[in-house]
């Protein structure tokens, strides 16, 4: 599976932005998606996370309640809904693959996207 993440940009405070990911290859609805995200100086972190049906999801403490993830099985896609942005959402964002359900364990996550850079400014 080949995944390509975009919509990342500056926004600032208070702002939104919707990240997509776009699977290609492989059985995309047979996969749990998660999303991560590595701020400058600092180790990559668990976002969210959904089941291959979208039926279970999970969120870090730092964003529940402001960013939602969702998935189109059919269009091979993932988004992250992410709202009331602050400064401290300032990182590259990452999209994974699960053949498993992992959660926030990014070491077990198959395949990864490139990375979308989100800036938010206060």
């Known amino acids: 599976v080949q995944l390509q993440a975009s919509g990342g940009g500056l926004v600032q405070a208070g702002g939104s932005l919707r990240l997509s990911c776009a699977a290609c290859?492989?059985?995309?609805?047979?996969?749990?998606m998660g999303w991560f995200r590595q701020a400058p100086g600092k180790e990559r972190e668990f976002v969210a996370s959904?089941?291959?049906?979208?039926?279970?999801?999970e969120y870090s403490d730092a964003v529940k309640g402001r960013f939602t993830i969702s998935r189109d099985n059919a269009q091979k896609m993932v988004y992250l809904q992410m709202n009331s942005l602050k400064p401290e959402d300032t990182a590259v964002y990452y999209c994974?693959?699960?053949?498993?359900?992992?959660?926030?364990?990014?070491?077990?996550?198959?395949?990864w996207g490139q990375g979308t850079l989100v800036t938010v400014s206060s």
């Open positions: 994974a693959a699960g053949a498993g359900y992992y959660r926030a364990v990014d070491s077990l996550y198959n395949y």
């Open positions: 290859g492989g059985t995309f609805s047979s996969y749990s």
């Open positions: 959904l089941t291959w049906s979208g039926s279970s999801t």
